[in-house]
């Protein structure tokens, strides 16, 4: 008797707990998403002065707010592609559910619009800031290459904003591939020694960089949502294996590209002396702890007895390369070094 009382006082001071009382499972990791971007948030807005210290370099006006948009613009490419890839992938591996984790591109669509808007002003006004509204010139953005680049990536925004809320989102590939060309086309003006080759460059870089980052992302949330089966691990080891293809291939343009801004016999000398070589290095550093991470990740993979122990590396490496996205924008806003 005294047993059954006891088993009900129990029961019901349990089911007297308030229900809002306990933790809430989603606070820690939004707190934890929130911190990162506004660390990386930090990297264009306080990097300008820190690169440029020392230098005798001078920045262009707003290059803090400059770097920033460029690196919002630069994630909001980044996951709709990397949603779309690893959708992709899905498809080849057996026991893929057909409800795949919501995607966040109508989102970066609406992200990269407000950034690619802000770009465009500033090119309207002659690469200066605005300072109202009467200081912009939109109708002088049809008249010049870059406010004709400018245009197109606020409009392909637009149009990947609504084929992302369409009943075929695959569509989403074609404006976020005018996207990749115009911005690879807008950092290579026709003014530079072969421009062409550059923007090739460019274009196979920012294609393998928006696919790793936002695949990972993805590939992240696809398995995090299925626990521990072993479609999971499947789709996260068929990434890996492609990603292994990716970062040979941002290896290759990078270094290609950093030798025509800096030629082999002036690297040492500008990776230390210019502001455009000290955020390369930075990057430089970044990407090998990145790649690091990744070794971690895919030996994990292959050796643990569960294999869905690569995701704790794998999350690091998410955050590295946030800091890498950020450093990115950074160095579209820094001065171009000269070529001695």
């Known amino acids: 008797m005294v047993c059954e009382d006891l088993e009900v006082t129990l029961t019901r001071s349990s089911t007297?707990?308030?229900?809002?009382?306990?933790?809430r499972p989603g606070v820690g990791r939004t707190v934890a998403v929130l911190v990162l971007v506004a660390a990386a948030a930090c990297v264009p807005l306080l990097g300008p002065s820190?690169?440029?210290?020392?230098?005798?370099?001078?920045?262009?006006?707003?290059?803090?707010?400059?770097?920033?948009?460029?690196?919002?613009?630069?994630?909001a490419l980044c996951v709709p592609?990397?949603?779309?890839?690893?959708?992709?992938?899905?498809r080849s591996v057996p026991g893929t559910p057909p409800a795949l984790p919501r995607a966040w591109a109508p989102y970066a669509a609406v992200m990269g619009f407000v950034a690619a808007l802000g770009l465009a002003s500033v090119v309207s006004t002659g690469n200066l800031v605005p300072h109202s509204?009467?200081?912009?010139?939109?109708?002088?953005?049809?008249?010049?290459?870059?406010?004709?680049?400018?245009?197109?990536?606020?409009?392909?925004?637009?149009?990947?904003?609504?084929?992302?809320?369409?009943?075929?989102?695959?569509?989403?590939?074609?404006?976020?591939?005018?996207?990749?060309?115009?911005?690879?086309?807008?950092?290579?003006?026709?003014?530079?020694?072969?421009?062409?080759?550059?923007s090739a460059l460019t274009l196979v870089?920012?294609?393998?960089?928006?696919?790793?980052?936002?695949?990972?992302?993805?590939?992240?949330?696809?398995?995090?949502?299925?626990?521990?089966?072993?479609?999971g691990a499947a789709l996260?080891?068929?990434?890996?294996?492609v990603a292994a293809a990716l970062l040979a291939a941002l290896t290759a343009t990078g270094v290609c590209s950093a030798l025509r801004r800096m030629p082999a016999e002036t690297i040492s000398t500008q990776l230390t002396d210019t502001a455009y070589g000290r955020a390369l290095l930075a990057k430089v550093i970044l990407m090998v702890v990145v790649a690091g991470l990744a070794l971690w990740a895919r030996i994990r993979l292959r050796r643990a007895a569960d294999p869905l122990t690569a995701c704790t590396p794998a999350r690091a490496e998410v955050v590295a390369l946030a800091g890498v996205v950020a450093l990115s924008g950074l160095l579209t806003a820094l001065p171009v070094p000269i070529r001695w």
Do not use: M
């Not at 007297?16 to 933790?23: E, L, Q, R, V, W």
């Not at 592609?81 to 899905?90: D, I, K, M, T, W």
């Not at 393998?208 to 992240?220: H, Q, R």
């Open 16 to 23: 007297d707990i308030p229900k809002g009382s306990g933790p």
């Open 50 to 75: 820190a690169a440029l210290h020392g230098t005798g370099e001078a920045a262009a006006p707003g290059t803090a707010g400059i770097g920033l948009l460029r690196t919002v613009l630069f994630a």
């Open 81 to 90: 592609l990397g949603e779309l890839f690893v959708r992709r992938l899905a």
């Open 133 to 198: 509204p009467a200081d912009l010139d939109v109708g002088g953005l049809y008249a010049t290459r870059d406010g004709k680049l400018a245009l197109l990536e606020v409009n392909a925004f637009v149009v990947a904003g609504l084929c992302a809320l369409s009943r075929r989102p695959g569509t989403q590939v074609w404006p976020l591939g005018a996207l990749v060309v115009a911005e690879a086309l807008r950092a290579h003006p026709t003014t530079e020694y072969d421009p062409l080759l550059g």
């Open 205 to 231: 870089h920012l294609t393998c960089a928006s696919l790793w980052v936002g695949g990972l992302l993805y590939v992240l949330r696809t398995v995090r949502g299925r626990g521990s089966g072993a479609a």
């Open 236 to 241: 996260l080891g068929l990434y890996a294996r």
